[in-house]
């Protein structure tokens, strides 16, 4: 224990090169204790990352495959939130994750200030009136929240948050780690282009091969780029896997352009800066994107954009024409029309918009996430505690119960608290 550094606890789902990262920078202001609910996870294949020495981690259980094990994590987070003390705050991912959701009960029973952190936006699914009634009474059992950006404090607020305790910053990267690897790739184009395989000139995408993502009309529009372009055109290197995988290539086929799509699978940490780096431009065409991680990385490698309106980094991270353009989801001829705009800029035209992006994620390095949860920590200190709130902590305790006792086939498959 470190006696001159407050003592908080942080949960995430499981940790992985994002969370390790902010959470080192969080700890040259707290002494933090990093919760994970499970080492590997069914929706991300990244290699187990280490432990910073200034963070101590906690591991609740092995995996999270077949069978979620809620109510065995739920007893396994109240043991280890008894273990730690003394405890100034403990930080929560959402309000959806049933261990979150313990840990919220266990904060309002030892009277403990609670942090909630999240990316939910209103527009990012249709809501019920009843589930975002429910969702004001858990929150009222909260004392402060680190947001992501604009939209997702606005829905704070319309969920009954105080403006004075909500604080953004919760989505940033490792800017270093995708500036200085992309910087190293550049420095060696020609070996890295022809390790990875990687085409001369191409539009870089990378995401998990899911509906949502929309991957199927970026392809329609890819496929109208490459009949509208008056050369070759850029290739389309799309990163990532899952369940569409064999429809997308199917899609590839179908729309003759199965040579120009590279599908190199899913990327390492390490790995991801160099496909960034030979790159000409970034695509992110998602119909649901709570933030956007992808963008980030994308301006920290130095990169401009072609990204969904949907995504909900779009208010901070994307000047419109200057660092980039964004375009909606579902219009197959404005996206394809975009691409052919920013494959025909001049290099030095794609530069000026490259460096307008590192100039922009700049400002939302991993020191924002650490400023945004020492924020939050110190106003959910001040904010009145919740104990006395019946229906509120009744809410909760049901909400547990019913989230732990769904069939397994019937939770939702992520754990994002939308």
Same mark, same amino acid.
């Given at each position: 224990?470190?006696?001159?550094?407050?003592?908080?606890?942080?949960?995430?789902? =499981?940790?992985?090169?994002?969370?390790?990262?902010?959470?080192?920078?969080?700890? =040259?202001?707290?002494?933090?204790?990093?919760?994970?609910?499970?080492?590997?996870?069914?929706?991300?294949?990244?290699?187990?990352?280490?432990?910073?020495?200034?963070?101590?981690?906690?591991?609740?259980?092995?995996?999270?495959?077949?069978?979620?094990?809620?109510?065995?994590?739920? $007893?396994?987070? !109240?043991?280890?939130?008894?273990?730690?003390?003394?405890?100034?705050?403990?930080?929560?991912?959402?309000?959806?994750?049933?261990?979150?959701?313990?840990?919220?009960?266990?904060?309002?029973?030892?009277?403990? &200030?609670?942090?909630?952190?999240?990316?939910?936006?209103?527009?990012?699914?249709?809501?019920?009136?009843?589930?975002?009634?429910?969702?004001?009474? @858990?929150?009222?059992?909260?004392?402060?929240?680190?947001?992501?950006?604009?939209?997702?404090? $606005?829905?704070?607020?319309?969920?009954?948050?105080?403006? $004075?305790?909500? +604080?953004?910053?919760?989505?940033?990267?490792?800017?270093?780690?995708?500036?200085?690897?992309?910087?190293? !790739?550049?420095?060696?184009?020609?070996?890295? =282009?022809?390790?990875?395989?990687?085409?001369?000139?191409?539009?870089?995408?990378?995401?998990?091969?899911?509906?949502?993502?929309?991957?199927?009309?970026?392809?329609?529009?890819?496929?109208?780029?490459?009949?509208?372009?008056?050369?070759?055109?850029?290739?389309?290197?799309?990163?990532?896997?899952?369940?569409?995988?064999?429809?997308?290539?199917?899609?590839?086929?179908?729309?003759?352009?199965?040579?120009?799509?590279?599908?190199?699978? +899913?990327?390492?940490?390490?790995?991801?800066?160099?496909?960034?780096?030979?790159?000409?431009?970034?695509?992110?065409?998602?119909?649901?994107?709570?933030?956007?991680?992808?963008?980030?990385?994308?301006?920290?490698?130095?990169?401009?954009? @072609?990204?969904?309106?949907?995504?909900?980094?779009?208010?901070?991270?994307?000047?419109?024409?200057?660092?980039?353009?964004? +375009?909606?989801?579902?219009?197959?001829?404005?996206?394809?029309?975009?691409?052919?705009?920013?494959?025909?800029?001049?290099? !030095?035209?794609?530069?000026?918009?490259?460096?307008?992006?590192?100039?922009?994620?700049?400002?939302?390095?991993?020191?924002?996430?650490?400023?945004?949860?020492?924020?939050?920590?110190?106003?959910?200190?001040?904010? &009145?505690?919740?104990?006395?709130?019946?229906?509120?902590?009744?809410?909760?305790?049901?909400?547990?119960?019913?989230?732990?006792?769904?069939?397994?086939? +019937?939770?939702?498959?992520?754990? =994002?608290?939308?």
């Amino acid at each position: 224990m470190n006696p001159d550094k407050p003592r908080v606890a942080v949960i995430f789902h =499981r940790l992985g090169p994002y969370h390790v990262a902010r959470l080192r920078a969080a700890a =040259r202001s707290f002494e933090v204790i990093a919760i994970e609910q499970s080492a590997e996870t069914a929706e991300y294949g990244w290699q187990k990352v280490a432990t910073p020495e200034s963070v101590t981690r906690l591991t609740l259980s092995a995996n999270d495959w077949g069978h979620r094990r809620d109510a065995k994590s739920i $007893d396994q987070i !109240a043991k280890a939130l008894n273990s730690i003390t003394p405890l100034r705050a403990v930080a929560i991912p959402g309000w959806s994750n049933p261990t979150a959701l313990a840990a919220l009960r266990w904060c309002v029973a030892q009277n403990m &200030p609670c942090v909630v952190m999240t990316e939910s936006g209103a527009s990012d699914k249709s809501r019920s009136r009843s589930s975002e009634w429910i969702k004001t009474q @858990i929150l009222t059992l909260c004392s402060a929240a680190l947001a992501g950006g604009s939209r997702h404090r $606005d829905y704070l607020l319309e969920l009954g948050i105080k403006r $004075d305790r909500i +604080f953004l910053g919760y989505d940033a990267v490792d800017n270093d780690h995708f500036e200085c690897g992309a910087q190293a !790739a550049r420095t060696n184009a020609d070996g890295v =282009r022809a390790r990875l395989s990687l085409p001369e000139k191409y539009f870089l995408a990378s995401a998990r091969f899911l509906p949502k993502k929309n991957l199927v009309t970026l392809l329609r529009a890819y496929a109208d780029y490459v009949r509208r372009s008056p050369a070759l055109g850029w290739d389309l290197v799309l990163l990532g896997d899952g369940p569409l995988r064999s429809q997308l290539v199917a899609e590839c086929e179908s729309l003759r352009i199965i040579g120009k799509v590279h599908l190199p699978g +899913f990327v390492q940490y390490d790995e991801l800066p160099m496909y960034y780096a030979l790159a000409g431009a970034f695509v992110h065409a998602s119909i649901s994107e709570p933030w956007g991680l992808v963008v980030n990385e994308a301006m920290a490698s130095g990169l401009p954009l @072609i990204v969904s309106r949907k995504c909900g980094c779009v208010p901070e991270l994307l000047e419109e024409a200057r660092n980039g353009f964004s +375009f909606s989801p579902e219009d197959v001829y404005e996206l394809a029309t975009l691409l052919l705009r920013m494959a025909t800029f001049s290099d !030095a035209e794609r530069e000026l918009m490259a460096r307008r992006s590192g100039k922009i994620i700049g400002s939302w390095s991993v020191e924002r996430f650490a400023n945004g949860l020492r924020d939050a920590v110190t106003a959910a200190e001040c904010a &009145p505690r919740k104990s006395k709130l019946a229906t509120a902590r009744f809410l909760l305790s049901g909400l547990i119960l019913a989230r732990t006792a769904m069939p397994s086939w +019937f939770k939702p498959a992520s754990s =994002r608290n939308v």
